[in-house]
């Protein structure tokens, strides 16, 4: 055995705190949930019903309290992502500058890439969405942007609620010149797939929307439209039977759910600029 000084705990925690940097989609969402995410479980999402403001009367006092619209959701974890890589001798890789952090970046990389993707997935699944569109044009682009904003005012998301247009690339390019820098041009909004602001509301761009081999599913939302728990739950070294050398593999779990179903809307387009 050539492993001795691996530390799986940490090697989990360094990941984990990657996966939250390199995440633009999973970080856009609702991340509070009551419980531990571990395969199968089924977590309650904190924070999710909304509560209604009403006069009060000094005879009558008040009524029966209200059940929260939106109550008690809750998100289910049932995806499962790994990752399995040789390397010579695992305390040395340990030990060489950059080796282990390279290799453990790249399944991060990986690993974000899938959490994302799975996160567009669910958010394509919204009851609020377009028709298929073909926009070939900056305004057309913007007057689908504004039409989703358009639901989502009249479904009471107020200005001072947080909200972000995510975009595919080819949908950005068109509607850029509609964007205003970001205030003091925030590092941390920049980190986190943010490039300008519209109307209020974060725009980003990214690879990992729902593509239907036709259209790309882009999404506007608040972040508490989608909830989102995940952890890598296993980092383990181990010696595989057939090489003279070590390995490491670990296993990332999540899940994700639709939380507030009227603070979502999904534009539904293909790039019409493609010949």
């Given at each position: 055995?050539a ?21 633009i989609l999973?970080d856009?969402c ?7 995410p571990?395969?199968?479980n089924?977590?309650e999402?904190?924070?999710?019903g909304?509560v ?5 009367d ?6 029966a ?21 040789k ?7 340990q030990t060489t500058p950059?080796?282990?952090p390279?290799?453990?970046d790249?399944a991060?990389?990986?690993l ?17 969405i377009?028709a298929?569109?073909t926009?070939?044009?900056?305004v057309?682009?913007?007057a ?9 005012r009249?479904?009471?998301v107020?200005p ?14 068109l509607f850029r010149d509609?964007l205003?820098e ?8 920049i ?12 725009v980003?761009f ?9 259209n ?13 728990a ?12 057939n090489?003279f050398?070590?390995?490491v ?5 999540f899940g994700?759910?639709?939380?507030r ?8 387009a293909k790039?019409g600029?493609?010949?």
């Amino acid at each position: 055995m050539a492993y001795e000084n691996f530390k799986p705990t940490m090697w989990a925690a360094t990941i984990d705190r990657n996966l939250h940097q390199k995440s633009i989609l999973v970080d856009w969402c609702n991340q509070k949930v009551k419980g531990q995410p571990n395969y199968g479980n089924k977590l309650e999402i904190l924070g999710n019903g909304t509560v209604n403001i009403f006069d009060y009367d000094t005879e009558t006092g008040l009524g029966a309290p209200e059940t929260p619209e939106g109550g008690v959701t809750h998100l289910l974890i049932d995806q499962q992502k790994a990752f399995n890589f040789k390397v010579d001798d695992i305390d040395n890789a340990q030990t060489t500058p950059d080796l282990m952090p390279a290799l453990m970046d790249e399944a991060t990389e990986k690993l974000a890439s899938a959490r994302d993707l799975y996160v567009a997935e669910v958010g394509a699944g919204s009851s609020q969405i377009s028709a298929a569109l073909t926009i070939a044009t900056p305004v057309e682009a913007k007057a689908a942007i504004d039409k989703a904003l358009k639901v989502l005012r009249k479904n009471n998301v107020a200005p001072g609620m947080s909200v972000r247009i995510e975009l595919a690339y080819w949908m950005y390019q068109l509607f850029r010149d509609y964007l205003v820098e970001a205030k003091t041009a925030n590092d941390e909004l920049i980190k986190n797939g943010t490039i300008g602001m519209y109307d209020g509301c974060q725009v980003a761009f990214t690879n990992n929307l729902k593509n239907d081999g036709t259209n790309d599913y882009m999404m506007v939302r608040t972040n508490k439209a989608i909830a989102f728990a995940g952890r890598t739950s296993k980092v383990e070294p181990y010696r595989p039977q057939n090489f003279f050398a070590d390995a490491v593999k670990g296993l990332n779990v999540f899940g994700a759910v639709i939380a507030r179903p009227k603070e979502i809307y999904v534009i539904k387009a293909k790039d019409g600029t493609e010949a």
